[in-house]
T-cell receptor
Framework: DTAVSQTPKYLVTQMGNDKSIKCEQN?????MYWYKQDSKKFLKIMFS???????INETVPNRFSPKSPDKAHLNLHINSLELGDSAVYFC????????????FGPGTRLTVT | QKEVEQDPGPLSVPEGAIVSLNCTYS??????FMWYRQYSRKGPELLMY????GNKEDGRFTAQVDKSSKYISLFIRDSQPSDSATYLC????????????FGQGTRLTINP
């Protein structure tokens, strides 16, 4: 009965590699988000999709590419990983008109060596 | 200056104490004010939200917003060890799909 799920939970990889993180929600929400939380716990929005349409695209390197195949899924692909990409990545979802009430996934802890 | 400032703590109090957590902000367009709780190695979960100024109470938790001072607070009464977590304030400008701006989070420990 998981509401927002992410895979994988942990990801350890080397610089230069390409990796993907997957997110799925079963809450019937129409808006999904990707956040990055750094080592100091700052949680910062990266992208947001509403009904599969990109609506928020913060200043993120174009090595990061989100993809939303349908309303329930939002994936994040990262090319040419760098040390600074090490962080916890959270997926979240909400109803579009209640974005103050976001439901977060458990996070994916990415370590780039 | 960051858009939202929050003291990262850590804050450690004895069980039963009243806890006060605060955030200040600089963007006067913020209308929605939220408090999220994040347990270790988990995702944040919404605790309370307030629209515009005023107070909101939910059990042992009270959220206050003072837009004139650009200052928001979360009070926890009769604090319990299970309240030990990181508390993040978050703010948004409009109701619809929007960007939320989060504070750094305050790490709180309630000692039995």
């Amino acid at each position: 009965d998981t509401a927002v799920s992410q895979t994988p939970k942990y990801l350890v990889t080397q610089m230069g590699n390409d990796k993907s993180i997957k997110c799925e929600q079963n809450l019937g929400h129409d808006t999904m988000y990707w956040y990055k939380q750094d080592s100091k716990k700052f949680l910062k929005i990266m992208f947001s999709y509403n009904n599969k349409e990109l609506i928020i695209n913060e200043t993120v390197p174009n090595r990061f590419s989100p993809k939303s195949p349908d309303k329930a899924h939002l994936n994040l692909h990262i090319n040419s990983l760098e040390l600074g990409d090490s962080a916890v990545y959270f997926c979240a979802s909400s109803h579009g008109d209640r974005s103050y009430e976001q439901y977060f996934g458990p996070g994916t802890r990415l370590t780039v060596t | 200056q960051k858009e939202v400032e929050q003291d990262p703590g850590p804050l450690s109090v004895p069980e039963g104490a009243i806890v006060s957590l605060n955030c200040t902000y600089s963007n006067s367009a913020f209308q929605y004010f939220m408090w999220y709780r994040q347990y270790s190695r988990k995702g944040p979960e919404l605790l309370m939200y307030t629209y515009s100024s005023g107070n909101k109470e939910d059990g042992r938790f009270t959220a206050q917003v003072d837009k004139s001072s650009k200052y928001i607070s979360l009070f926890i009464r009769d604090s319990q060890p299970s309240d030990s977590a990181t508390y993040l304030c978050a703010m948004g400008e409009i109701q619809g799909a929007q960007k939320l701006v989060f504070g750094q989070g305050t790490r709180l420990t309630i000692n039995p």
